[in-house]
T-cell receptor, first 110, second 114 residues
Framework: QQPVQSPQAVILREGEDAVINCSSS?????VHWYRQKHGEAPVFLMI?????EQKGHEKISASFNEKKQQSSLYLTASQLSYSGTYFC???????????FGAGTRLFVKA | NAGVTQTPKFQVLKTGQSMTLQCAQD?????MSWYRQDPGMGLRLIHY???????DQGEVPNGYNVSRSTTEDFPLRLLSAAPSQTSVYFC?????????????FGPGTRLTVL
């Protein structure tokens, strides 16, 4: 099953914060986050491997709660360059099938 | 390194035609995969491969065939194109696949089936 992402879309002003959530009905062993700008390919942001682990990428960080089967992506002091669609991906237990959520569209305006 | 390359960038087909989307990577990655992207549906896995000679189905494999004769190449074949296969197709590769390995995506092929 596809991970469920929320919200579907969000509009921010520059400097505002946002949270994107990703949840799964199946057990999660890791969560992958990618960002895709309009007309481009998805680009890797980070992988979270352990329950409760937090990682960061510039002013973007994420947490992973293995027990709750969910992950959250935190965008702090958003910049215009953060605009795009964010996808979470969950590899299956076998490890080789990564299933992505439907994506969250983020638009940052000046 | 060129990374992951895909050809063609754009393609228009008529219903019933067949074609092959090409994907190649020069990073010596074992794992390669094909996704299709439709509005509101995210990235859906079509087929994947964990090494030369080994392929398996993803979420939406019907109407598509793959083979992996070399580490570098992973072509996707549309057997008899249908309008429902109009989409953007992305090929991706990673060092080992799965839990710990990031995927590198190609630039995509935009396919329209009339």
């Amino acid at each position: 099953q596809q991970p469920v992402q929320s919200p579907q879309a969000v509009i921010l002003r520059e400097g505002e914060d946002a949270v994107i959530n990703c949840s799964s009905s199946k057990a999660l062993y890791s969560v992958h986050w990618y960002r895709q700008k309009h007309g481009e390919a998805p680009v890797f942001l980070m992988i979270l491997l352990k329950g409760g682990e937090q990682k960061g990428h510039e002013k973007i960080s994420a947490s992973f709660n293995e027990k709750k089967q969910q992950s959250s992506l935190y965008l702090t002091a958003s910049q215009l360059s953060y605009s795009g669609t964010y996808f979470c991906g969950a590899p299956h237990t076998g490890g080789f099938k990564t299933i992505f959520g439907a994506g969250t569209r983020l638009f940052v305006k000046a | 390194n060129a990374g992951v390359t895909q050809t063609p960038k754009f393609q228009v087909l008529k219903t019933g035609q067949s074609m092959t989307l090409q994907c190649a990577q020069d990073m010596n990655h074992e794992y390669m995969s094909w996704y299709r992207q439709d509005p509101g549906m995210g990235l859906r896995l079509i087929h994947y491969s964990v090494g030369a000679g080994i392929t398996d189905q993803g979420e939406v494999p019907n109407g598509y065939n793959v083979s992996r004769s070399t580490t570098e190449d992973f072509p996707l074949r549309l057997l008899s194109a249908a309008p429902s296969q109009t989409s953007v197709y992305f090929c991706a590769s990673s060092y080992s696949g799965g839990q710990t390995s990031e995927q590198f995506f190609g630039p995509g092929t935009r396919l329209t089936v009339l």
